[in-house]
């Protein structure tokens, strides 16, 4: 560990000279992304900007400039995370996360807990329960029914995707064994064709609809610890796949607060009120807050069942997947879209789903284009539809994590021919398509390391699989690098101002206690940040 030593230089009041710096970072070990000057060991900040970068920038030292010796210490541009849920964050820190809970029994007895210090009738609700940690099979309403006789219980799986619940949610929500599946949403049933306790995609709301919604303050709440969080692990931006009007409406306050130390692009959550009212009124950008894009879902997730796919289901005959929304109306939303210069962001995740978007895309687009609409995650693809990508120009928005926690089941749900097109990262690369990486934190854990480390090894944090899982589509060090920052940049217009450590940008990137980019792999997860710098500003530093 370093120590971090900055010298104030002066307190005179003499205005500083135009060609002065702020701030000097010094004797670091600097990776600025950008190809005509990949490494450097200075920079200098003047405001919220980045003025000069080198090896020696003392001539910008003045009587007011203060100076950080690095003592050799690693800098990375401020890190991207290219997909995200805020919201879904900030909750999971206010309580316990399920993700690594081994057993259905010890999730209900954590119910227990939560129930028991709550009234009678009050929603007892937590995430990120994964059935493949006790071997596969769905829990039942019955395995929390005795945790909670008198809460009505809601848990999120791990994806988003599905919901467990027990028999007191059944009940408020009214489900029996004559309701329907909703379009694009599954309701597990038992063998009498009652509902089981679990629902998959837009089944959940059929419960979730009952549940009080989060109040204003909870809300803001919530976006500010996730916020600090994110600063926390040297993510500088965060594009947050599903705001919703509350979501817009705290994000302002909290930056209007000076309680906010991350930047965040937004996406609107589906085709609705504040989706046409953005559409009327245009893109809204800002230095902390940018809302220009749409998020839509095509399908469900993998873990559930809920992908949508051409064939069935490896381990499940007869499954097909879901889709939750259609062609037609993912097109009039991406032509309504390019016509007031907006962005789609379409969840796509099996090779149905993706390919029911490319067309919808194409049929909006034309053909190559800037407009940068996106697909978000792109996990499973038809080989052939690999190029629909680059012949219309769409962003792939990957998660890498999501490969490596997936790795462990994804060919016994898919088959052997399925996984050639399953996390194909360096397919995309190679046709020149942008890829901009993320974690879809709380899916995963928020902390980018882990997603460096994924996207160059694909190994589990135990180094498995040797050599990684299908390593012939494992990313350099400096396309992992790029994805976290100018990737993830240019897939939200942003690539001029952020991603990179050059004069002109933003003040923006991170210093760690460990190089990264060449260090042994395994000890990538491990880095910490010692420094999160945002706009000249100092957002979290680490004692």
Known sequence: MFPIVILLLGLAAAPLPAQMADWLVENGVIYTGNPKLPKARALAVRGDRIVAVGDDLSGLAGPRTSRT????????????????????????????????????????????????????????????????????????????????????????RVDGHAAWVNSAALRAAGLTAKTPDPPGGKIIRDAQGNPAGVLIDRAMGLVRSRIPPASFEQIKRQLELAAKECARLGLTGVHDAGVSREDLR????????????????????????????????????????????????ADGALGSRGAALWQDYSDEKGNTGLLMTTKEAIEQVARDAAAKGFQVCTHAIGD??????????AAALGGRNDKRFRVEHAQVISLPDFKLFEDYSVIASIQATHATSDMRWIAQRIGPDRVAGAYAWQRFLKLGVPVANGSDFPVEEPNPMLGLYASITRQDLKGQPPGGWTPEQRMSRAEALHSFTLGAAYAAFEEKTKGTIEPGKLADFIVLDRDVMTVEASRIPAAKVRMTVLGGRIVHESK
């Open 69 to 156: 010796n690095l003592q050799g210490a690693a800098v990375l541009p401020g890190l991207i995370d290219a997909h995200a849920h805020m919201r879904g964050l900030g909750g999971l820190l206010e309580s316990r996360d399920l993700r690594f809970v081994p057993t259905a029994g010890a999730i209900a007895a954590y119910v227990a807990e939560l129930a028991a210090s709550r009234p009678k009738g009050e929603w007892v609700t937590a995430r990120n329960w994964d059935q493949t940690n006790w071997g596969g099979a769905l829990p039942t309403a019955a395995d929390l029914d005795k945790a909670a006789p008198d809460h009505p219980v809601y848990l999120t």
């Open 250 to 297: 705290a994000y302002r306050e909290l930056i209007a607060e000076n309680r906010f130390p991350v930047r965040v692009y937004a996406m609107i959550g589906g085709d609705g009120a504040l989706w046409r009212e953005y559409l009327a009124r245009g893109i809204e950008t800002g230095d902390k807050l940018t809302v220009r894009s749409i998020k839509l879902y």
């Open 352 to 361: 149905r789903a993706n390919r029911i978007v490319l067309d919808a895309y």
